[in-house]
């Protein structure tokens, strides 16, 4: 409930006129408070306080307000509310507080409002450039501004669009990538503006024609191994397909992808050509012989790491030139862990064992022992310690030094 000035006023003019006079004037509607409708311009973001107060009158209760079209959003109590717009909207939207009121206690219960009329200022957005002209996989900006600079504008307001991201793409940044040949476009749509306005730009992605291609020189792979190839065509972005050729497929055979397998030892040529331009290059395909399998592995056992360090386990395989992958685990990788490349890595103190797995199953193992580092012993000075012992191993097994 509440009470304002006015009733002081009609009181007194209740006892001068005669209750009855005034209630005939309230029944014909010839007394009524000023101000009970009011118009507002404003900006997206912008904020309002609408305050029904000096509407009032007598006693009230049940106060309610409500909105109607437009983004608006409304916070407060009372007889006021704080109307925010949220995003552009055009016409009109409604804000009204209704309630109800009587004069004195024992008087009847009536309901007035108050109501707000609120139009949208736009802010327009233009995008820059009006037009792009891409070849597939290149890149370049868009750009926006809007009409006018004020506190209300934000980068936050605006995001782009593609009509066909199959075409061309766009980022948040607006960043633009042609993907295939066609037409679309970019707009940008703006909170802040009209977005049955949004603004465009045209991006043409035109096909490009390759004037050469190129393969590696050489390469050699075993025989039943399989390699692929990779054309490089020029200019970048150019669109062809190719097709391909094995000059002797007794040696080599290559399949219309550009996986070339081994068939046999020997040389021979890999041709591919494009089919846009007939555009051709060859890459020098040499065949060997897998290397064997390995029938024994051998790794330096015992090690001893401080806590902290770590130690590179390098297997040697048997026969010579034998070739594997390796799998590696640990006993207790809380005192030492081991990586899939063979490095062990020192936790704490203690024993555990190192197990090496080659391709074809054979198993070798190495046993690791974590010590506390002496307190004249630093990590740079294990490090490279550790460091000549591996150079040195690999010396050993590498004819290469």
Not at 302 to 328: D, H
Not at 353 to 372: D, F, H, P, Y
Request: overall charge positive; aromatic content about 10%; charged content about 15%.
């Amino acid at each position: 409930m509440k009470f304002v000035n006015n009733d002081f006023f009609l009181a007194r003019y209740t006892l001068c006129m005669g209750t009855k006079f005034l209630f005939t004037m309230m029944t014909l509607g010839l007394f009524l408070p000023f101000g009970l409708f009011a118009q507002k311009t404003m900006w997206v973001g912008e904020s309002y306080k609408c305050d029904a107060t000096s509407a009032v009158m007598g006693i009230t209760s049940d106060v309610s307000w409500t909105t109607n079209g437009g983004y608006l959003s409304l916070s407060g109590s009372g007889f006021y509310r704080n109307v925010t717009v949220t995003q552009y909207f055009s016409g009109t939207a409604t804000v009204e507080c209704s309630w109800k009121y009587k004069l004195y206690s024992g008087d009847t219960w009536r309901r007035q409002s108050k109501s707000w009329i609120i139009t949208c200022n736009e802010n327009p957005v233009y995008i820059s450039p009006a037009s792009l002209t891409l070849a597939p996989g290149e890149t370049a900006h868009v750009g926006y501004n809007h009409q006018y600079n004020n506190s209300y504008t934000s980068a936050a307001n605006v995001r782009f669009s593609s009509t066909n991201s199959r075409i061309v793409t766009v980022s948040a940044s607006g960043l633009v990538t042609a993907v295939s040949e066609g037409t679309a476009y970019i707009n940008v749509y703006s909170t802040i503006s009209n977005a049955a306005n949004a603004p465009s730009c045209k991006v043409t992605v035109k096909k490009i024609n390759p004037t050469s291609v190129s393969l590696p020189s050489s390469i050699s792979l075993t025989v039943n191994a399989r390699r692929l190839l990779l054309p490089i065509v020029l200019p970048t972005g150019a669109s062809t397909s190719f097709t391909w050729k094995s000059e002797d497929s007794n040696i080599a055979t290559v399949d219309e992808q550009g996986y070339v397998r081994g068939i046999r030892t020997g040389t021979t040529k890999i041709w591919v050509t494009t089919t846009v331009g007939g555009y051709t290059s060859c890459c020098s395909v040499t065949v060997k012989d897998p290397p064997p399998a390995p029938t024994n592995i051998i790794v330096k056992t015992p090690i001893t790491l401080y806590k902290g360090f770590g130690y590179t386990i390098v297997p040697v395989l048997q026969p010579e030139g034998a070739e594997s992958t390796y799998r590696w685990s640990s006993e207790d990788a809380s005192i030492a862990s081991v990586s899939s490349i063979g490095k062990v890595t020192a936790k704490k103190e203690g024993a555990v064992t190192i197990t090496v797995t080659t391709q074809n199953g054979l198993k070798a193992t190495c046993e690791v022992i974590v010590l506390q580092p002496p307190v004249n012993i630093n990590e740079s000075m294990i490090n490279n310690k550790i460091a000549v012992i591996e150079k040195l191993i690999n010396m050993t097994f590498d004819e290469s030094y």
